[in-house]
Each structure stands twice: as structure tokens, then as C-alpha cells.
């Protein structure tokens, strides 16, 4: 399994960025995909999820209303719309779906590398 985020970057207060992750190895199209990311000194934290249809999504409440998650299943991918950004939005930005065979049911795969996302004046 693997996960390639990309599409970081340093934005303004108020820019926009667009995050996409390819992923392989497992049935994609029938995962729920999810967005977390990861400030310097804290835990890492749910954005956004998606359901394998693209059907349903969940947003945190910090999120809501200025990040949009969508996919693409004939590509393997699934995107982070990133609008009105602000200094607390600063963190690595990580893909990745939980686990569905035993014993790791429920659990996250292994990480990929994550892009640095730095909302900056």
C-alpha cells in the first residue's frame, strides 16, 4: 500500500491550495478515504472523509465550509480543496484509509511522506 501526497506549498492568509493523493495497492474505490494533517508539537488530526462513491463527506468543524474532499476513482486519487487558508491551517497534510482485514481492522496503514502545507504572510 501506498500513499504520494503532493500539491503543498506556502500560501498567503486567505490563498488557496489544492492537495491530491495517489494511492495503490488496495481496493480504492470501495475505501473510505480520509485527509488528516499535523501541526509542529501537536497530534495528528481528521480533516475530511469521503466515502468510496464519493456519496458522503465529513468535515471537521475547524474545516467546514473552506476545505472540499473529492476523488477520482478511475484514477486512484483523492483531492484536498483548500480555500481561505489561515496561519492555523499550517501543518503535513497526510492520505490515508483505515484497515479492513484482522488483526489491523480499523487502523490506519502506514503513512506516506505528507506535504507541508505553511499559510504564511
Known amino acids: 500500500v501506498q500513499f504520494v501526497e503532493s500539491g503543498g506549498g506556502l500560501v498567503q492568509p486567505g490563498g488557496s491550495l489544492r492537495l491530491s493523493c495517489a494511492a495503490s495497492?488496495?481496493?480504492?474505490?470501495?475505501?473510505?478515504m480520509s485527509w488528516l494533517r499535523q501541526a509542529p508539537g501537536k497530534e495528528r488530526e481528521l480533516v475530511a472523509t469521503?466515502?468510496?462513491?464519493?456519496?458522503?463527506?465529513n468535515y471537521a468543524d475547524s474545516v467546514k465550509g473552506r476545505f472540499t474532499i473529492s476523488r477520482d476513482n478511475a484514477k486512484n486519487t483523492v483531492y484536498l480543496q483548500m480555500n481561505t487558508l489561515k496561519p492555523e491551517d499550517t501543518a503535513v497534510y497526510y492520505c490515508?484509509?483505515?484497515?479492513?482485514?484482522?488483526?489491523?481492522?480499523?487502523?490506519?496503514?502506514?503513512w506516506g511522506q505528507g506535504t507541508q502545507v505553511t499559510v504564511s504572510s
Open positions: 469521503i466515502s468510496g462513491n464519493g456519496g458522503n463527506t
Open positions: 495497492g488496495f481496493t480504492f474505490s470501495n475505501s473510505v
Open positions: 490515508n484509509t483505515r484497515r479492513k482485514s484482522f488483526p489491523y481492522t480499523g487502523t490506519y496503514y502506514p
